[in-house]
């Protein structure tokens, strides 16, 4: 039978994974990828509007991101965003679209990124194993409240110690992963 307990759990370390997801997908791997632009908001006649809804982003060959905007009057504005961004990336703009090349990584520059990778898989670690005294402290008070009985409270902590390693499994998967991409030239 599922618990509500565990089905809580369950759901806030699947937004534990998307979100290291998303800033794994943040840190570029000396590859074009159009999610390097995801964070990127541009001042859109006044309004922060994310680049991808102002513009197509294509990667015409490994190291390039190609940004077509859908109003070229818009063009002035999404080159100032990409520079004012943490990209590090000049835009070369061509007066109706413009190219984004990403340089390839240096050695230390890969070592570093592998290092923040692991930094962030932690504190993904972290995330989970909050969730999980989450969830204990509310089995334990249903415990206490004689909502359930001792018996059904140790299930329950193993069944919550099962998702948590499953959740962590995960996390060093993702990590690992995405430090062989950082790593392999």
């Known amino acids: 039978m599922a618990n509500p307990i565990i089905d809580k ?68 504005e999404i080159e100032r965003a990409i520079n004012e961004s943490d990209l590090g990336i000049n835009p070369a703009n061509d007066g ?36 999980r005294r989450d969830a204990m402290d509310d089995a334990k008070k249903q415990e206490k409240d004689k909502e359930i009985t001792e018996d059904e409270l140790k299930s329950l902590e193993k069944d919550i110690q099962k998702a948590t390693d499953d959740a962590v499994k995960k996390i060093d998967s993702m990590t690992n992963e995405k430090e062989k991409e950082l790593l392999t030239v």
């Open 9 to 76: 759990a369950n759901e806030r370390f699947k937004h534990s994974h998307e979100a290291l997801g998303r800033e794994f997908s943040a840190i570029r791997a000396g590859r074009a990828n159009a999610s390097l632009l995801d964070r990127i908001e541009v001042d859109y006649y006044g309004a922060p509007t994310p680049l991808n809804q102002l513009a197509s982003i294509t990667v015409p060959e490994a190291r390039v991101l190609l940004i077509s905007p859908f109003d070229k009057n818009s063009i002035k």
């Open 96 to 131: 109706s679209v413009i190219r984004l090349v990403i340089p390839a990584l240096t050695e230390e520059t890969r070592k570093d990124l592998a290092k923040e990778v692991k930094k962030l898989g932690e504190n993904a670690k972290v995330a989970i194993r909050n969730i």
